[in-house]
């Protein structure tokens, strides 16, 4: 059994109705489980009880379980940068970290200690601001995996969120998005957090000069510039130097360790600005909720394991029947930055197309992964998924007791989310709109023309992932699913999950475009950019000029 076996299998999966499969009574019983307080329902996936047989045989070759394993002790799964993979010991015990890491547990331990005492500091208005007061705003600085998992949790969590601090992040260069902060915030009572594994991402670096020229000039009370940055200003970062060299405290500055992936990193002081607005206890269920997905990834069986099962369904519907893309759908407004968060967790850990050893892969790897909260999807490109050619494979995510106290509105949110996955699973036949249309009274006439415009195609296959409450268990055990989910498929499809070099051309070419931007319009050239971008920097060059 190998990959491109499963292209075969496919093809005959793809001939059959997904809804015949339910003829089966058990199908619902079988195709679902729990797991670290979660329910996952996958039976409206297009797959027999021997297909799914065949792809826990295909984990078994590809020798997973010792990977797994590997992942958890540490060996440098990373094998391009040389790097272990270990953003899942910060949300294990000290006995864990220290028979890990060994010596380097301490530090951990002792980070996690500092970041602690600043959350308790600022909550409890121990640690004040330059003028005194109490912290109101938290204001977050950082792009991509410094950015994502805090936003998707400061969403998500809202009610847990202390009264009378808010929390802010900002990642876009975009000075709108920092203009947009400003507006809003007292920067005598700011607290800025700057998150940046490497400390020379041009947007944070960027971001971070703005704010601080906006904080000093805010200054009312002839405050050193240097005490506002020493008393308002933190940073995250393996790069102790730079952030020293930006004019942070070094008793400000928290550790992150280069093994611990940026997309993987909520979990390290990386969460400091959530952990600054729900509070250490919260902040240390966030992690249980993840540990317990990690307990049940290393030691449940593969036909009885979330993560696994959802990665090998993820490979089937790509490369066994071929579909390109994977909706993701949360049932929830608070989490409505899951889609954004799992588009970088999922697109930028496998979206790669050369082994591990340097070859070029002969089958597809990740899926492109879009989505946006239910149910507002459903008036933007649900469309496509009933109706288009294109089959999307769909995760519906829920929690089934509501957010807040409307509780018709959260009867209407589930019935949508159930009739959805139903809807994209059952289609309607031709058959089926022409007996809707005359039992509506359309005419023979009125029927032959409308119909087949009312056929759906179906097949669509989804699972459906239930959680009781979002709270920051429930949120640690889905962030903790689909880290693993992505790391077995990066296991199977043998790519590195945990590099991104794909990210450095567009840098080495924003450099370029910056260089040349700079220059004389009569100077305007390169060896490298096309005429079409040359044309477009004279153009916004000459925009410049009349500005
Ligand atoms: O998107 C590319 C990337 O390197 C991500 O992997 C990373 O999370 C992000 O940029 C920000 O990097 P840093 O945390 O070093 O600022």
């Known amino acids: 059994m190998d990959i491109g076996y499963l292209t075969k299998l496919g093809a005959n999966a793809k001939s059959r109705k997904l809804f015949s499969l339910f003829d089966d009574e058990m199908r619902s019983e079988k195709y679902s489980l729990s797991a670290a ?13 021997d297909e799914l047989s065949g792809l826990f045989t295909l984990a078994k070759q590809a020798t997973l379980a010792d990977k797994i394993s590997a992942q958890f002790s540490g060996e440098q799964l990373n094998n391009t940068e040389q790097r272990s993979v270990l953003h899942t010991v910060l949300r294990a015990s000290d006995d864990v970290k220290k028979s890990v890491l ?23 208005g121990n640690v004040r601001s330059v003028t005194g007061e109490k912290f109101t705003d938290i204001l977050a600085i950082g792009i991509g995996g410094s950015y994502y998992g805090v936003k998707v949790a400061l969403s998500a969590l809202v009610p847990y969120h202390q009264p009378g601090l ?3 992040v900002l990642a876009n260069v975009d000075g709108d998005a920092a203009q947009e902060k400003f507006a809003k915030l007292n920067a005598n009572t700011t607290l800025v957090v700057v998150i940046s594994k490497t400390f020379t991402t041009q947007e944070t670096l960027l971001n971070a000069t703005i704010v601080k020229q906006w904080m000093l000039n805010a200054n009312s009370d002839n405050n050193s510039s240097k005490d506002i940055i020493s008393q308002h200003w933190y940073a995250v970062s393996t790069n102790i130097a730079a952030a020293t060299a ?17 997309r993987f990193s909520l979990w390290s002081a990386v969460g400091l600005p959530l952990a600054l607005v729900i509070g ?20 449940a069986p593969f036909e009885q394991n979330m ?48 082994d591990n050893n340097g070859n070029t892969l002969n089958y597809l790897t990740a899926p492109v992964v879009f989505g946006q909260e239910g149910t507002n999807g459903q008036h933007a490109f649900m469309q496509l998924m009933h109706q288009s050619a294109d089959i999307i494979p769909t995760d519906f995510i829920l929690s089934l007791a509501p957010t807040s ?19 994209l699973m059952q289609g309607k036949t031709l058959a089926q709109a022409e007996a809707e249309l005359r039992s509506s009274g359309a005419s023979e006439t009125e029927v032959t023309r409308v119909a087949s415009h009312k056929t759906m195609k179906g097949n669509t296959p989804s699972n459906t992932l239930l959680m009781q409450q979002l709270d920051p268990q429930s949120l640690g055990a889905v962030l903790a699913l689909y880290e693993h989910k992505i790391f077995v498929q990066g296991v199977i499809w043998q790519v590195n999950s945990y590099d991104q070099w794909g990210v450095e051309l567009g840098k080495q070419l924003g450099k370029e475009v910056l260089n040349v931007m700079a220059k004389p319009m009569s100077d305007i050239e390169s060896e490298t950019l096309s005429s079409s971008s040359l044309a477009l920097i004279r153009r916004y060059k000459n925009n410049l000029v009349q500005r």
């Open 166 to 168: 808010k929390a802010h």
């Open 405 to 423: 106290e409307h509780l018709a509105n959260h009867d209407a949110l589930v019935a949508n989310c159930f009739a959805q996955s139903e809807a």
């Open 280 to 299: 250490n206890q919260h902040f240390n269920d966030l992690k249980a909720g993840a540990f317990a997905m990690d307990q049940h990834f290393q030691q």
């Open 37 to 49: 307080g979660l329910f996952l329902d996958y039976a409206k996936h297009n797959i027999t009880d």
């Open 307 to 354: 993560p696994v099962i959802m990665a090998m369904l993820g490979i089937w519907n790509r490369n066994g029947l071929g579909y390109p893309s994977l909706a993701i759908l949360p049932y929830n407004h608070a989490l409505r930055a899951l889609p954004g968060y799992l588009q970088q967790t999922d697109m930028e850990s496998n979206g790669k197309s050369v």
């Open 102 to 124: 060994g010596e380097q547990a301490q530090v951990v331990i002792d980070t996690e200690a500092k970041m602690a005492k600043i959350v308790d500091d600022v909550q409890s």
């Open 246 to 262: 930006f004019g942070i405290n070094a008793d400000n500055i928290l550790p992150m360790w280069d093994w611990v992936g940026g």
